[in-house]
C-alpha cells in the first residue's frame, strides 16, 4: 500500500507518522492551499504535492487515498477517488448520510476498490476477541462509554473564532467528533438500536459542544458520553448479570481490559494482544485487507460504518423533535 494523503488538519501528521511507523510510503499530498500543504510535505519529505484533486488523483505514485477533510466534505473526496480507481480510507464519521455512506460502498464495490473508515477500535484484535468475552457475563443491562476532552479550539470558539470543529455548517460538534468512537463501540458489539435520544449542551450557533446520548436495545440501555469544553477521565464499562467488563481508556483503544466474575468474586485480564501502537496496527490491518483482496471483511465494516451514521442521523434527528 502507497497513499496520497488528502487535507492539512490536525489529523493529518498524526496518520501519516503512523503510517511511517508501519513502513507504509507517503507519496503525494492535496492541500487546497500550497502554503498550508508545504511544512507537511517538507517535514515528512513526501515527494509530490498538489493543489489540483484531479491532477493529485492522476499520480500512479499512490494506490490509496487517506482522506482528512472537513466531515462534510468526506462523501465527495471518497467518491471522487474511487471514480479515479483508488482505494480510500475516510477519517470518521465516514459520512453524514446513510444514503451517502452506501453510495460509497456500492461505488467502492463496483469499481473494485477498497473502502475503509479510520476508526481504531475496529482495526483492534482486543476489540475482535471482546465478544467472546462477552458470553462470560451473561445477559447485558448497562453499557456505559465516555470520551470528553477539552479542544484546543474552544477558547476561539468562546471568543466567537467560529472554526469547522464547532460549525454544525461543516458537520462539527461534539457527536460527530468524539461521541462517534462510542457510537462504534457499541454499534460494532450489538449492531443498531432500536431507539436513539440524543440531549446535547447547545451553543448559540446551535453545534452541541457536549452531550449524552442514549440508544436503547432490546434488553438493555447504553449510553454514550462526549464532550469538547470539559475534561473527565475516558472508560467503556459493560454491565451484565454475572460480570462487568472495563477498559479504563477512550473508546478507540481497546487495552488494559478487565473481567469481572460476581460469581467467584474474581477480576481478569482479559486482553489477548499488546497493542502499544493503535493507529498504526489500523493501517496495517487495512494493508493486509487490501493485500488479499478481502472484500467480505471490508464490507462487514462498512455495513457497521453505514450503521454508526444511521444513529448520527437518529441523533441529530431526535433533537429537532425534543
Keep these: ?44 519529505q513526501i515527494q509530490n ?39 480510500v480510507i475516510v477519517e470518521k464519521p465516514f459520512t453524514i448520510s446513510t444514503a451517502k455512506a452506501k453510495e460509497l460502498q456500492e461505488l467502492a464495490i463496483k469499481h473494485e476498490c477498497m473502502l475503509f473508515e479510520a476508526i481504531l477500535s475496529r482495526y483492534s484484535k482486543n476489540y475482535e476477541h471482546l465478544k467472546d468475552e462477552l458470553v462470560k457475563i451473561g445477559k447485558i443491562k448497562l453499557v456505559q462509554a465516555n470520551f470528553s476532552k477539552y479542544s484546543s479550539r474552544y477558547d476561539e470558539f468562546r471568543k466567537g473564532i467560529i472554526t469547522p470543529t464547532f ?48 440508544m436503547e436495545y432490546p434488553d438493555f440501555q447504553a449510553v454514550c458520553t462526549a464532550a469538547k469544553d470539559s475534561t473527565s477521565d475516558p472508560f467503556v464499562i459493560i454491565q451484565a448479570e454475572d460480570g462487568t467488563i472495563v477498559y479504563p481508556e ?30 498504526k496496527n489500523e493501517f496495517l490491518y487495512i494493508q493486509e485487507i487490501i493485500d488479499t483482496k478481502n ?28
Design 167 to 214: 460549525d454544525k455548517a461543516h458537520g462539527g460538534g461534539s457527536l460527530m467528533d468524539l461521541n462517534v468512537y462510542n457510537i462504534h463501540f457499541v454499534v460494532g458489539l450489538f449492531g443498531l438500536p432500536k431507539k436513539v435520544q440524543y440531549y446535547p449542551n447547545l451553543a448559540e450557533n446551535g453545534v452541541d459542544t457536549s452531550g449524552i446520548l442514549i
Design 49 to 87: 504535492q498538489y493543489t489540483d484533486y484531479q491532477a493529485f488523483l492522476n499520480d500512479v505514485s499512490f494506490d490509496t487515498v487517506y482522506i482528512g477533510l472537513t466531515n462534510t466534505l468526506h462523501y465527495q473526496y471518497a467518491k471522487d477517488a474511487i471514480l479515479a480507481r483508488k482505494h
Design 250 to 279: 477512550r473508546p478507540g483503544y481497546v487495552r488494559y481490559g478487565e473481567r469481572y466474575d460476581r460469581l467467584t468474586n474474581l477480576t481478569e485480564e482479559i486482553d489477548i494482544v499488546v497493542e502499544e501502537d493503535p493507529m
Design 1 to 44: 500500500m502507497k497513499v496520497g494523503i488528502v487535507g492539512n488538519g490536525m489529523i493529518v501528521p498524526i496518520a501519516i507518522e503512523a503510517m511511517q511507523r508501519g513502513g507504509i510510503a507517503v507519496t503525494a499530498l492535496w492541500c487546497r492551499n500550497e502554503l498550508k500543504g508545504k511544512p507537511i510535505v517538507e517535514k515528512y
Design 295 to 322: 472484500t467480505e471483511q471490508m464490507n462487514a465494516w462498512l455495513e457497521k460504518s453505514t450503521m454508526t451514521v444511521a444513529v448520527l442521523e437518529q441523533a441529530l434527528q431526535s433533537i429537532l423533535q425534543g
